[in-house]
């Protein structure tokens, strides 16, 4: 199990993105016999530490979260920790990849 981030991507001209991506891939090399990945958008709920970034993307979200599209929305740290509670029960092999707009259904 491993949570990454929405628009992860070996090749992405964003930083951030890219490490997770390299990280996705590396990960998907070894002999798991599963490997589910988890994309969520902007991560809801109480943290130790400040971001100041993540903060305004949380106001910007109460204001206009209705008009953003559900691949970007942004989800409760919850529904990602239950996904992976689902899919950790699940007896598969392979890699998988769920992202955001799954998970909001946990």
């Not at 993540?54 to 979260?65: L, P, S, T």
């Not at 996904?83 to 598969?92: D, N, V």
């Amino acid at each position: 199990m491993l949570v990454s981030a929405l628009g992860a991507d070996k090749d992405a001209a964003i930083f951030y993105n890219k490490v997770k991506g390299e990280l996705e891939e590396a990960l998907t090399k070894f002999a798991f016999k599963a490997i589910h990945i988890f994309r969520p958008s902007l991560l809801l709920g109480q943290r130790v530490e400040k971001r100041s970034g993540e903060d305004a993307a949380k106001v910007f979200y109460k204001i206009f979260g209705s008009l953003i599209p559900d691949k970007y929305k942004a989800i409760h740290a919850e529904k990602v920790a239950k996904a992976m509670r689902h899919f950790a029960t699940q007896e598969q092999r392979g890699a998988f990849i769920h992202e955001s707009r799954e998970m909001q259904h946990f």
